[in-house]
């Protein structure tokens, strides 16, 4: 299963994201979590630690050396059960192994294009078990999918807090995937604090569309600040990411029917 | 003046950025509010009905008139007090003009790099008289840094809440402002509900580096679900804005002596 997480800047994508790569860890052989926004911090949240971090290569130095073996332009299919290709470009930790698209760059150096195309091919490219699970965190806003770089998943997992301006984001990304040929794209309520504002996202959209709904968590914020890997998801945002995670795995046997 | 605002997607952009232009509008001839994230929304929060909205062209429209007129890659010196070229391109609001980078594109065609480019010679080439301001909201995170859409900016202000994350963002920006030769750059820490949280934003920053702090509001976070365009701004919100304004000109006055 192919998860793409994305929404507005500051909902929350990868609080959701790295809930459900530890969550699909408990259960599922291999976690591929990919951190598809240069200016993201999934891998912290994950909990690895930062000097790892900077050890992880990133993906788009892949291209090159394929580039270098096979010309430019090469296509590349990658299976992860037969082919060790990703090990060099991947940090493990426990059956989770954590992917980052490409490093900061220069001040106008350059675009992130190169990068985003890369990933999408070879995401499109790995060939996963049915016991394999790729969750990508994309970058905030719409530019990874006019480019399409989660063409391919199986699912695009908006997240939404009680925001018009989130909706709006929610409901660009929702037309804008469905121009990529993703068909299922979902929505995640966050940070809900009351009843009313769980009626305006559920407004928003079909209930069938909705995942399910995380309450605003104050505990969340507090240890915002706090320096170091991230904390174990709390009690709250677990229960709730479970629920999530086991529709998620419904919507995509659904699918397979 | 040119001013960019940028940070970590979430952390309150458009609302620094929607506030500077109202304020520069009581002082100032002319107040440039550009939007250059196509999933932004500083038009609404300036006051901009969403009918006017739908009517702007946006400013990379302009590139293809420019490149029939005089050629691919023409550099085009457009001052406002003898051109009105971009009339075409903006919305007036009292003395406050309105332009967009980009439209929305359909998904998997295209990246936004032309609207960036394009946008950064057009701000480059703007001439300002000494009473004109142009107030740029850009994109969440940092992909329009190493793009070098905000070169030429008189002061890059980077929107910060008491997060780790949102600090680390901010050092990156300013390591990539500097690199693209932007001088000043500045940090407001917002959403600040006590004195630890303003601590912790002063500890990670020269205290000249920081030219103000805006309180945690129930209410922005309330009004968030309204339709219509944003209400003015709330009163606590107004009062440390006009510091930070009255700031960014002894900032902007100093660099000229």
């Given amino acids: 299963m192919k998860i793409a997480i994305s929404g507005k800047g500051g909902v929350g994508k ?7 790569v ?23 949240a994950v909990g690895i630690d ?4 900077e050890s992880v290569k990133p993906l788009v130095e892949l291209k090159e050396v394929i580039d270098e073996r096979m010309g430019t332009g090469a296509l590349y ?13 991947s940090i493990p930790l426990g059956n989770i192994r954590f992917l980052r698209m490409g490093a900061i760059k220069q001040g106008g150096s350059a675009c992130y294009c190169r990068e985003n195309n890369f990933l999408s091919a070879v995401m499109s490219a790995l060939l996963l078990d049915k016991d394999d699970v790729v969750v990508m965190d994309m970058g905030a806003g719409i530019e990874h999918l006019t480019r399409g770089t989660a063409r391919g998943v199986d699912v695009m997992l908006v997240v939404i807090e009680p925001s018009k301006n989130s ?17 299922k794209v979902r929505f995640i309520g966050n940070k809900i604090r009351n009843q009313k504002e769980k009626e305006f996202v ?8 909705i995942l399910g709904f995380i309450p605003f968590d104050d505990d969340v914020w507090e240890s915002s600040m706090d320096k170091g890997p991230a904390a174990e998801p709390g009690g709250e945002l677990l229960r ?7 529709k998620l795995l419904q919507e995509v046997a659904k699918g397979r029917d």
Same sequence: chains 1, 2.
């Avoid at 530890?22 to 912290?44: I, K, Q, S, Y």
């Avoid at 909706?167 to 068909?183: C, F, H, M, R, S």
């Fill in 14 to 20: 990868t609080t959701v994201a790295s809930t459900l």
């Fill in 22 to 44: 530890r969550l699909f860890a408990e259960t599922h052989n291999t976690v591929f979590a990919v951190d598809a926004d240069p200016d993201a911090c999934l891998a912290a």
């Fill in 50 to 53: 930062d000097e790892q971090i």
């Fill in 77 to 89: 299919p990658i299976n992860p059960k037969v082919d060790d290709v990703l090990d060099d470009y």
């Fill in 167 to 183: 909706v709006n984001t929610a409901k660009t990304v929702k037309q804008l995937a469905k121009d990529l040929g993703i068909e």
């Fill in 202 to 209: 559920l407004n928003q959209f079909e209930a069938d569309e």
């Fill in 240 to 246: 709730n990411m479970k629920k999530i995670k086991e």
